[in-house]
């Protein structure tokens, strides 16, 4: 970017909302760190880093940027798995880190107005404070920002019970590529006055606007919860025992699988025993949401009629919170211990659950035949449909060949999944990761018609541009 | 619309499939029943009705209108309030009525696929004789289809408890107005792969394409409720006992709220007396989920701590199921009471809570003023911050003053909405009735992309053109 365009910047905003990576007020590579995500395949390569204070900021930010025609990255917490917040052309990269305060609290609807820039866990502990809850949870909300929760629709672990973020954003703000700010709803339920915008943004991976500022709805925390642990044989099973769950009385608040590889590798890295005493291919996290003392024995009889009718091989219910987070660190040990011990190719796919079992099945027999010194480790909020489809490097091939490798790889997977009907990204968004793989899950038509719709909020193609698609 | 295009039409699609109104296979009247909803203030013209009966049918006819520049209303059940499914311009309508069938039912995941011509309570009845529940739930069911409910965003008496029907919706299918079909999703809950374009139709009044197919999520009906009747002596305590039900332990199904006119309206006309000892200005009618037998002793506690609290004038829990529909007649019997006993001005609005008690002061101070003749009828979901307003006609004032004076009433009313950043349409949508107040509830710029959406989606505009907007 230009030595003048980036002196008008520094005047418009003040120097103390305006880094420049010649400045040096940042070390390099934290300077830098504000242009990648989680991903780590993309180098991140930008002069000017802005640390905007209010929806005002973004918007004379935005309209600079479309008078000079200037690529802009929106950064958030950067915990994205799709390169969807990478900086790698000289972007002008608008941290929301900044931006983190509470606006406004309604204790009467339950709802709460905060800048996009919250970290997610501080917000959890704000509605806590205030006696209420907001739902959506997963590894990254110690880093996360609530926009960019909302501009990759994140789901995590209690999707199956509260569904998506979608479910719980009533408003929210946007500077689009105009630099105009538009305010879609705030804090009323039902507005059906035309087309409802703001869904667009949802999931939108910072390409039509930037998120300045989010009303949630909120609701009650569960009053309390047991942890059953389940091995099971077959992936079947894992369906069948999902199915009871449905005509059970007490609500499921997460359903989440993970395979024997993901065992034995959390074992390995955390140090901890094998959970059951015999290995088994498969194995549920499930918990219940219970509210009276008599759902314990309702608990006992689920796992006494899923044992008689022969759908697991052992389980066990956590009898206190201690043993409940022993339950938990095998499932949230996993990724950190597959990327610690070894290199991993990911994938975050979901299927409709009738064509999940076939899935596996074709997916299996695919890397057998061509890919034979590949192992994988699954997991994922299977309640959803949803799977974290894990590569693991043999320890003799080069990092490089193996990323090589699973380029290939991702192709056939990803017609695998068209033709079981699933997505090729489940949560983590297309970024520019998969955006050459888009049209396994859309048809050219929809993306055509995607591009018109981000010509409308973006007409000079500024916001984040080369991502989700070209 | 021209014979010869008639007769094109009558061969692309086959003579059962094509009623032309000179041929009189209906009754003039029925024919023209399908080109108007319940606003009752616009007049039916058009020429041709077509009955498709699968998604290539649809995709048909909107290729032939888009080849000949033919305009098109599609037409559900026709419960509307907004004039959004009227032909009135000898446009084409494209009825829906014989797409009814079950499409697939998925037990694993809980998701039924419809046509979008199926009848809600039909809806119903399917999941629940399948274990399940559909839980989008309002007085117009029996008639309602289910791609209408999604065409307006439908929401109903279950809002406060399940959200609205967007919640729900997990795929569809659409014909665009070029003809072409799109298929959205499918029996995937996660689904992160750029724009979720199925969003838009939500709400959209049959202006971005016809809605073919539905793929709905499915949950399990509430095992017991308990319904209770509270009378109270101003709007500040409706709120008030609202907040309460947050901290309170059982989830809150419905809270319905009513004032002493429309309880009067409704004992005059169903010829029952009035439900309590004496009258209050406001009425709300509660209704707890309940799971075991000492929630019974919780909603005692609640009814005493109110009542200590003084929120209430008086209240009582029904003891079963048979007084619980009594209470229900209450609430459910309001508009029919109303239209029947009056000439009745509707408007369906919503506000944040917070700001809906200045709002109803200064509505009420606006009409005393402005219309000291007018008497009004206020009702409504107000856990949801929706209320039905009714204006009721003078007696000695003729219709067409009326509704006249009405509309000049609505402009100050919507100013007001405005005002306290509220939505001029909470659940009936814009359709011909209020797209020249669309600038209330939606800015300029907002209206210039939704037009270019519309042009994205439908490129020659021929798809309920004129609803709204212009």
Redesign the interface.
């Known amino acids: 970017m230009e030595t003048d365009l980036q002196e008008k910047l520094t005047n418009l905003l003040g120097r103390e909302k305006v880094f420049l990576k010649k400045d040096a007020r940042f070390a390099e590579e934290e300077f830098l760190s504000y242009g990648i995500d989680r991903t780590k395949l993309y180098q991140a390569n930008f002069q000017v880093l802005l640390f905007p204070e209010s929806t005002e900021d973004v918007a004379k930010i935005l309209s600079f940027a479309y008078q000079h025609d200037l690529a802009i990255v929106p950064s958030g917490g950067r915990t994205g798995y799709a390169g969807g917040a990478v900086a790698h052309q000289d972007e002008i990269v608008v941290s929301l880190a900044k931006m983190d305060a509470v606006l406004k609290f309604?204790?009467?609807?339950?709802a709460i107005t905060v800048q996009g820039g919250m970290i997610t866990q501080n917000l959890h502990q704000e509605v806590e404070d205030k006696?209420?809850y907001f739902p959506v949870d997963f590894a990254a909300t110690g880093s996360s920002h609530i926009a960019g929760n909302l501009a990759?629709?994140a789901?995590g672990v209690r999707?199956v019970r509260f569904?998506?973020i979608?479910?719980w954003v009533l408003g929210m703000k946007v500077v689009?590529g105009t630099g105009?700010v538009?305010?879609f709803?705030?804090?009323?339920?039902?507005?059906?006055?035309?087309?409802?915008?703001k869904?667009?943004f949802?999931?939108?991976e910072g390409t039509?606007g930037i998120i300045t500022e989010v009303t949630l709805k909120l609701t009650?925390k569960p009053?309390d919860s047991r942890v059953l642990f389940l091995a099971l044989p077959d992936y079947a099973k894992i369906?069948q025992v999902?199915?009871e769950t449905?005509?059970f009385?007490l609500p499921v608040l997460t359903y989440e699988f993970l395979s024997e590889v993901c065992i034995q590798k959390v074992c390995h890295h955390l140090g901890v025993t094998h959970p059951f005493a015999a290995a088994s291919p498969y194995y549920v996290l499930l918990e219940f949401e219970i509210?009276?003392d008599?759902d314990e024995d309702e608990l006992f009889r689920f796992l006494e009629s899923i044992t008689e009718k022969e759908m697991i091989e052992d389980g066990s219910i956590a009898q206190n919170s201690t043993q409940a987070e022993v339950f938990w660190k095998y499932r949230e040990g996993i990724s950190e211990s597959l990327s610690l011990l070894h290199t991993v190719h990911k994938n975050d796919i979901?299927?409709?659950?009738?064509n999940m079992e076939a899935f596996i099945t074709a997916m299996q027999a695919l890397l057998q035949e061509k890919y034979p010194d590949f192992s994988f480790a699954l997991f994922g909020?299977i309640g959803?449909?949803?799977l974290h489809l894990n590569i693991l490097k043999p320890s003799d091939m080069l990092d490089e060949d193996f990323f090589a490798t699973c380029k290939k790889v991702d192709p056939d997977m990803f017609q695998l999944i068209q033709k079981y009907?699933?997505?090729?990204?489940?949560?983590?968004?297309?970024g520019l990761l998969?955006k050459d793989f888009?049209g396994f899950?859309?048809?050219k038509?929809?993306?055509q018609?995607?591009k018109?719709?981000k010509?409308?909020?973006d007409p000079k193609n500024i916001l984040n541009p080369g991502k989700?698609?070209d």
Chains 1, 2 share one sequence.
Do not use: C, W
């Open positions: 309604d204790a009467l609807l339950g006696g209420f990759t629709n789901g999707v569904g998506p979608r479910n689009t105009e538009l305010s709803n705030g804090e009323i339920l039902k507005n059906n006055t035309g087309y409802d915008l869904q667009l949802i999931g939108s039509l009650q009053k369906l999902f199915q449905h005509a009385p509210t009276h008599s979901s299927l409709p659950l009738a909020h959803d449909g949803n009907d699933g997505s090729i990204s489940a949560e983590h968004g297309i998969k888009l899950s859309r048809e038509v929809e993306i018609i995607m018109e719709i010509r409308a909020f989700i698609f």
